[in-house]
């Protein structure tokens, strides 16, 4: 997870959206945005980070899971796709993958399927990144492989800084 250290790796969501700058993406989810790191410090809960990348933007939660929910995946991916990582501090995870606002595939990336049981979306993909039983060590840095190879979107020299926030209240 060396190029996501700017994630907190013990609890967050990690939100990669094809083709959308920082400010559009947090836009389509109704929220005030703001530029700058000076607001960052004093909000407790709902903060996003919206992060430039090559491809779109990679939205961030510290402990949040936003990028799990339906009511921020589908407008989130209209017109585009998002793939989100999210972990807590319980070790809960998910890998959620919507296209033009419909949920295409989830499953816990710590808790690998059989392949006769897997969902057959990006199984082959799955498979070689060891989210898929009997090449199983993938985890989550396999999770947010996944979402880059699904998005087209990947971290970059400027990724660990974030464009913009918003607060999302759920």
């Known amino acids: 997870m060396s190029v996501y250290s700017w994630l907190d790796d013990t609890a967050f969501c990690a939100t990669h959206v094809r083709g959308l700058t ?19 410090d004093e ?24 990028g799990t929910m339906d009511e921020v995946l589908r407008p989130l991916s209209a017109g585009t ?28 990336p710590l808790i690998p399927y059989d392949a006769d049981d897997a969902p057959q979306d990006y199984l082959a993909d799955r498979i070689e990144l060891g989210l898929v039983h ?7 840095a396999a999770a947010l492989q996944l979402a880059q190879r699904i998005t087209g979107v990947r971290p970059n020299t400027s990724s660990h800084i974030a464009a913009a926030h918003g607060v999302l209240e759920y």
């Open 81 to 108: 796709v998002t793939a989100s990582v999210f972990v807590n501090v319980n070790r809960v995870a998910s890998f959620d993958h919507y296209a033009d606002g419909r949920k295409i595939l989830s499953f816990d």
């Open 22 to 40: 920082p400010h559009e993406a947090l836009a389509r989810l109704g929220i005030e945005v703001f530029d700058g790191d000076d607001e960052e």
């Open 43 to 66: 909000i407790e809960e709902g903060l996003i980070c919206a992060h430039p990348a090559e491809g779109g933007t990679i939205l961030s939660e510290w402990n949040g899971f936003a």
């Open 134 to 140: 009997g090449n199983s060590e993938g985890g989550l």
